[in-house]
């Protein structure tokens, strides 16, 4: 118990300081920004694979009938970084930002019966986006020269509180409530060199703030076969706009709004099959952003997000008497992602694949890494090309808290 409370401490402390923040993907400037399927090194190192993956010793973000596999009490914490390349044209630009991943709770109660309590919170979306463009304006015998700035930060988490349970021997049921909440800040600024001209800038700071669900059940219909499903749904989120222009030969102004805006609804369907050591799984995820009008150019369309991933797995063994190297888990996986973003009507693509490992520490304590490389390729050739890598790190601990119920 001390060690959890140390750990907390210690994550809590580390989420008040922006680590790093240089700017990321620029096709965050869309929507509500970059989707994060799951937060969790194991499960993105098997090209973030996670609707059907049984995992004692993590916890799954993804879908709640999984947390009837946990065996002890855990907690768990990731930091993640991300590194872009931006090339347009004759142009390039490297941007990377990173930051702690949220931190979670998983009361195993009765592991008998799969019931288990979880709650914490994770990153949802994420914007971090920089895109300057130079201005040149011939007028006559007036030239104008100027630059205008475009940067995006912030997104939205997730908060939730759940439960799991296993009323039959091959079916695992789950269930959880979420909150979502967070803020996203544009930033725009418009600065202008030659006489009479002036600068101006506007900064927009949106507060986020609703309800949704998340259910799942995962089946056992042959040995060390699993199917699992997960189906989400949010409320209509409130939205708080509160915009202020600043101009050098103006007083500044602040308007403030208030509306609400639907939130995507989500379902995903996936498989896992273990042969020996040897773990297979794969499955399909979907985002619906048909209905959501939030931050749309006059050239963008919201539509799906889906994602088809696949990942295999060579499981460390669980004996304390064979070599370190034998006890590690070596994760490998992949993923095609079509972005939920449109411009004039062309989808923009992401293909990555992915490797991580899991390293006992001491006792059940996991260190865990993940690694992510891939590209954002967008039907157009006029948008940017993206090149990302991403790693993330976590650390999970657990105890027993809870014995079993004593059955007759």
Known sequence: MKKFCLFTLAILVGLNFKLISQGGSNFSIFGIGDIMHNSSAVY??????????????????VNPALWGFLTQTRIRAGYRFNQNYVESGNAHLWQNNGKVDGISYGLAIDTSVGASIVFGFNTYSTVNYYI?????IVL????????NVYQGSGGISQAFLGASYRPLKQLYLGGAIVTNFGTINYYNRTLVWGNYASSAITEKNDYFIGLGFRVGFVVNPISKGYIGFFYEANNRANLKSQTQYVYELTLDTTFVNETKVDMPSSFGLG????IGRTLFTTEYTQRNFTQMNYNLGPRTSLGKEEKLAFGVS???SKSLFTSYSDRVTYNLGGYYKQLYPKVDGANIKEYAFSFGFEFPIVGSAM???GFVFGARLPEISSLPKEYFGRMILEITLGETWFVPF???
């Not at 498989?271 to 273990?274: A, E, G, H, N, P």
Request: charged content about 25%.
């Open 367 to 369: 260190f865990n890494a």
């Open 406 to 408: 004593r059955r007759e």
């Open 44 to 61: 993105d190192a098997l090209g973030s694979s996670a609707v059907a993956l049984p995992k004692e010793n993590s916890i799954n973000l």
């Open 132 to 136: 300057s463009k130079r201005i040149e």
């Open 314 to 316: 060579y499981l460390g």
């Open 140 to 147: 006559d015998d007036y030239y104008l020269q100027g630059n």
């Open 271 to 274: 498989f896992s099959y273990t």
